[in-house]
């Protein structure tokens, strides 16, 4: 939620603050802005709605300075107007802050701010910063503490001592017309990396922003701050100890965050699908595995200690990632026999079930950044923190991020390997969060024995079939599903069915809908639709449903044709044949013959590409559907 970017270095700062929020713009695109230092001034330039709107009032400024801030918001606190687009500055327009996050008791500080004469002007937490950053600034200058932060740099103390001052999960990114050589950054609980360059260096919410620059980066640490000069970069922690870091470098290029042809991130990211499932199976399956090897054909490199006791399975998550775990449920159970709960990471926190021994706590999240995906890990592993039998905490992550918040929370990570995703919509990394579940079910199947050699076989033989089997739906389907997609532009209500392990998938396909195409859509397990939902259906509502050939097939077919006895359009998503589908559905989207238990990898796509069609020709923004935001990170 919110982007936030900021440079020093030689070059001038507003285009490169500007791209920047531009691959950051999947984070919230409400009001951007950006503020550097001209002419001994802190020069802000903001505007309502989205970056183009920031661009037109750049064009043709002509403003060298090398060092500034950049923000891209998602609203939480305060209408998304101008005034409260962030950069935020101080009463005096000498320090200006941009923030990713939430700051708790921005009101007290607000009212203590206001009664030493801070004028505030606008509605955000984000305000009582700069605020803060100057009293503090005064106070330092009056009266200089001797420690190692105060001897860098007084505003690096100034903005120390504010950050232990707030409450909540933040990102900050400072500047100071009184220090135009530097640029202060903090994190505690929202995400944040430096960037190394020659004598310049970024910093940004995720890495896409920075990744055309440099490829050195170095995520900030919780409780870290760090002091940005073109000489280089301190980290201290919140105490002011200062911290030895090295950067990584990433594996990434500036092409993978680009739209390549395509006319939107969604559409492109729908069709790298099948390379992502080619990766999946090339990192997680042992290559040549034969049973006589003795091992497990699978490599998420989980030793057996983590998950030799297990007897039951809790994952938390939220929106698509939800769907993903009813998936890795179905899976779970049915293969690995372990008892498995999903839970909303959000409902999860706040009611927890009772501490279970022998208990694997799972977080999805293709972000990694989830504020209610990781608060439910957190709170798990506070209330674990002092158990060491089987009460102990057990955390496993499943990310599409695996250097993120919760690659640091949890003891083990599967990193999904998705690339970066762009589009708002979640596609690809919810692929690749069903091959995760795919392996780490056959990991625990082969050791706990539940399945047997040949069934593991039969399956990996079925897994390595996806790639080409997604491929073929692309290719065959995309064009027909665009000319369908006219008949719906009008359409106001769906439904989507779905039963078994296609369940989650209904429930998908209507939430892909619902996202970007701003159609109400519902998905239901087929069976249950004649408990209610049923009195919905008419000739205006489209009934999408997923038949495949498993123990469940010819009941789903049944609970069609009683959508289509209330002169609703059926769409089956189908292997069936033409003649045989005829009886049944009004439209086919057919599917190549998949394995029920694997269909869910192919039977998503027609879903993606069907709400992608419908909003592209409603004309609606694909990519960046109004009030969504990428990553989640507020409760
Ligand atoms: C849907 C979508 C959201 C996310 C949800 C969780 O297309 O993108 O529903 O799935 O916000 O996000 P992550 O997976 O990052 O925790």
Not at 151 to 159: K, P, Q, R, Y
Not at 377 to 385: A, G, I, V
Not at 515 to 523: N, R, T
Request: include cysteine.
């Amino acid at each position: 939620m919110c982007g936030i970017v900021g440079y020093i270095g030689t070059k001038a700062a507003s285009g490169i603050l500007l791209e920047g929020l531009r691959k950051l713009e999947y984070r919230g695109y409400d009001s951007a802005g950006i503020a550097t230092i001209l002419d001994d001034q802190i020069h802000c330039v903001r505007a309502k709605g989205k970056l183009n709107n920031l661009q037109e009032k750049l064009d043709g400024e002509d403003n060298p300075a090398p060092l500034g801030i950049g923000h891209t918001r998602w609203a939480t606190h305060g209408k998304p107007e101008e005034y409260n687009a962030h950069p935020h500055r101080d009463t005096e327009g000498r320090i200006a802050v941009v923030q990713n996050g939430i700051i708790e008791n921005y009101r007290e500080l607000r009212e203590q701010l206001k009664a030493k004469g801070c004028e505030f002007r606008s509605q955000t937490d984000t305000e009582t910063i700069p605020h803060l950053i100057s009293q503090k600034l005064i106070a330092i200058k009056a009266n200089p503490p001797n420690n190692k932060t105060a001897e860098a740099s007084l505003l690096l103390e100034a903005v120390r001592q504010a950050v232990n001052e707030l409450q909540g999960a933040f990102a900050i990114a400072v500047i100071s017309a009184d220090f135009p050589d530097e640029l202060i950054v903090a994190r505690q609980q929202a995400p944040l990396v430096i960037g190394f360059g020659q004598g310049e260096y970024y910093c940004a919410s995720d890495t896409p922003a920075i990744v055309a620059y440099t490829r050195a980066v170095l995520p900030l640490e919780n409780g870290e701050i760090a002091r940005m000069t073109r000489m280089g970069v301190e980290v201290y922690n919140f105490e002011g100890i200062r911290q030895r870091k090295t950067p990584r470098t990433l594996n990434w290029n500036p092409v993978m965050v680009e739209k390549q042809g395509f006319r939107h991130y969604m559409l492109k990211e729908i069709y790298e699908q099948p390379g992502v499932v080619r990766t999946c199976l090339e990192t997680y399956l042992v290559p040549d595995w034969t049973p006589e090897l003795g091992i497990s054909p699978i490599r998420l490199g989980i030793p057996d200690e983590f998950y030799a006791d297990i007897n039951q399975i809790q994952i938390v998550s939220c929106g698509t990632s939800w769907h993903a775990s009813l998936v890795g449920k179905y899976l779970l159970e049915q293969l690995a026999q372990l008892p498995t709960a999903v839970q909303y990471a959000s409902e999860f926190r706040y009611s927890p079930p009772p501490m279970i021994p022998n208990n694997l706590l799972i977080g999805v999240t293709q972000s990694g950044e989830t504020a209610d995906t990781l608060a439910a890990l957190e709170m798990d592993k506070k209330r674990r923190k002092d158990e060491t039998g089987p009460l102990r905490s057990r955390l496993l992550g499943i990310t599409n991020r695996a250097e993120s918040t919760l690659g640091e929370l949890v003891d083990r990570v599967i990193d999904t390997q998705a690339g970066i995703e762009i589009g708002v919509a979640a596609t690809k990394t919810f692929v690749a969060q069903l091959m995760a579940f795919y392996f780490l079910s056959l990991d625990l199947s082969y050791r706990r024995k539940t399945m047997t050699i040949e069934a593991i076989e039969k399956m990996i033989d079925g897994l390595r079939q996806l790639p080409a089997q997604v491929e073929s739906v692309l290719e065959s389907q995309e064009r027909y599903i665009e000319e369908l997609a006219h008949d719906f532009v009008d359409t106001q209500d769906f439904i989507f069915l779905g039963r078994g392990i296609n369940f989650p998938i209904a429930l998908e396909g209507a939430l892909k809908l619902k996202e970007i195409s701003y159609i109400h859509a519902e998905g239901y397990p087929a069976g249950e639709m004649k408990h209610g939902p049923i009195a919905l259906l008419d000739s205006k509502v489209p009934v999408v449903t997923i038949a495949m050939p498993g123990p469940v097939f010819e009941k789903v077919l049944s609970n069609a044709q009683e959508a289509r006895a209330r002169d609703a359009r059926l769409i089956g998503i189908t292997p069936m044949d033409e003649v045989e589908a005829a009886e049944t559905f009004d439209t086919l989207i057919p599917v190549p013959h998949v394995d029920e238990i694997l269909s869910p990898i192919v039977t998503v796509i027609p879903m993606q590409l069907l709400s992608y069609h419908i909003a592209a020709r409603r004309g609606l923004d694909v990519d960046q559907p109004r009030n969504l935001a990428k990553s989640v990170t507020v409760e």
